[in-house]
């Protein structure tokens, strides 16, 4: 599968905004986007480009696809679902990528980062309902649990991770104590702890 393998701190500095995409070096002062607060590039520093109505729907919709570190092609059947279910379409695509499983599974603290969660899923060390599930894109359903595999246990990056300080979401429960999570319901919009403007995503795909 492809996959972006180049340097993700060009990421945030070119959305201009930290995505949090290294885990707990996003903390500290060893972050990019702290030190060089500017678009990468040669004229990066110094550049004053004009953005107009186009630019800004696409800088919104690559910062959420970024985020959840999704290529084109995977957004767009997103939104295309999105789209033919009921309801406000932008919501709809911000739940379908928080529903994500190894999104879930760094939200819970499982793991530092998105990226990281995507690898620890696809290793195959995480159960749903006590089953084995590989696929990272896997859309977890209200009522589930997510727990890590009994070998699993005593890994070292799930343990750390979960030392730092996560925010409580109202739609996850998670028993540190066991090492699994539920998700309790669909989230409301207002719940998605995703900063964007969700319409401009919608006005740019409908052009």
């Not at 959305?15 to 707990?24: A, I, P, R, V």
């Not at 894109?137 to 799930?158: A, F, H, M, N, W």
């Not at 996850?172 to 539920?182: H, I, M, P, S, V």
Request: charged content about 35%; proline content about 4%; overall charge positive.
């Amino acid at each position: 599968m492809a996959r972006y393998t180049g340097p993700v701190c060009k990421i945030c500095r070119r959305e201009g905004e930290k995505l949090f995409l290294k885990g707990q070096r996003c903390n500290t002062e060893k972050c990019a986007f702290e030190r060089r607060p500017y678009i990468p590039g040669q004229h990066g520093e110094s550049s004053r480009r004009k953005v107009g109505e186009y630019s800004l729907r696409l800088r919104e919709k690559q910062k959420v696809k970024r985020s959840f570190g999704l290529l084109e092609k995977q957004f767009r059947i997103y939104f295309e679902g999105a789209d033919q279910k009921k309801g406000a379409t932008g919501e709809n695509l911000l739940q379908f990528l928080e529903c994500r499983l190894d999104n879930l599974v760094y939200r819970w603290g499982f793991s530092p980062s998105r990226r990281s969660a995507r690898q620890l899923v696809r290793h195959r060390h995480f159960l749903v309902n006590g089953r084995i599930v590989d696929l990272p894109s896997y859309q977890v359903k209200p009522g589930e649990t997510i727990s890590v595999k009994e070998k699993s246990r005593d890994l070292d990056i799930i343990h750390l991770s979960l030392k730092s300080a996560r925010e409580d979401l109202p739609y996850l429960r998670l028993d540190k104590a066991r090492l699994e999570g539920e998700l309790l319901e669909v989230p409301k919009r207002s719940d998605i702890p995703v900063t964007t403007q969700e319409q401009l995503i919608v006005e740019l795909y409908s052009k």
